[in-house]
């Protein structure tokens, strides 16, 4: 049972550059989420698709679009890379309600210069 | 989006048992309280979550206040693996999105 999987697990990009980290879960999950993480600090929502077919804004979503191209996967898109970009980013699913848990993937680390 | 208030750091020793404790005063009715915990390098791991009652599971135990403005995360023996940064959130039962607002948790140092 593979959980929620990320891909890459590591990334160097220039300024400017575009990327997409790609995410999948394979349990069934309706919803799926985008996080950030900095160096020393918690995580930050950037997108998160509460259901198939939906998107929404998180805390933090400059610079990034998303794509919920099917149940299973929530692709996250950096069209112009930024140095503020740098971070890593974690991929996270669940089902609605809030008696249910979350699930995270490993993480992306990508480092933009 | 209620918030929670967590000390910033605790330590702890190797084989003793620890109390995390989390305010969170503007807590709705709807509100469930879930503890999540981060070690070093690796993407948020869920540890419990409850409503109102006091909950077990094979990780660890959650105690609710009787007025649920507060709540415990208690570790019953620490091990050096539970040492990491531990997140007490609070996830609205019936909301569209139900989506983790995470704050800055409370580091756990275990000490052998």
């Known amino acids: 049972n593979a959980g929620v999987t990320q891909t890459p697990k590591f990334q160097v990009l220039k300024t400017g550059q575009s990327m997409t980290l790609q995410c999948a879960q394979d349990?069934?999950?309706?919803?799926m989420y985008w996080y950030r993480q900095d160096p020393g600090m918690g995580l930050r929502l950037i997108y998160y698709s509460a259901s198939e077919g939906t998107t929404d804004k998180g805390e933090v979503p400059n610079g990034y679009n998303v794509s919920r191209l099917n149940k299973r996967e929530f692709s996250l898109r950096l069209e112009s890379a930024a140095p503020s970009q740098t971070s890593v980013y974690f991929c996270?699913?669940?089902?609605?309600?809030?008696?249910?848990?979350?699930?995270f993937g490993s993480g992306t680390r990508l480092t933009v210069v | 989006d209620a918030k929670t208030t967590q000390p910033n750091s605790m330590e702890s020793n190797e084989e003793e048992p620890v109390h995390l404790p989390c305010n969170h005063s503007?807590?709705?009715?709807?509100?469930?309280i879930h503890w999540y915990r981060q070690l070093p390098s690796q993407g948020p791991e869920y540890v419990i979550h409850?409503?109102?009652s006091n909950v077990n599971n094979r990780m660890a135990s959650l105690a609710i206040a009787e007025d649920r403005k507060s709540s415990t995360l208690i570790l019953h023996r620490a091990t050096l693996r539970d040492a990491a940064v531990y997140y007490c959130?609070?996830?609205?039962?019936?909301?569209?999105?139900?989506?983790?607002?995470f704050g800055t948790g409370t580091l756990l140092a275990v000490q052998p």
């Open positions: 503007t807590i709705s009715g709807t509100d469930y």
């Open positions: 996270a699913s669940s089902n609605l309600g809030g008696g249910y848990g979350y699930t």
């Open positions: 409850g409503l109102t």
């Open positions: 349990m069934n999950h309706n919803s």
């Open positions: 959130i609070l996830r609205d039962y019936g909301g569209a999105t139900n989506k983790l607002i």
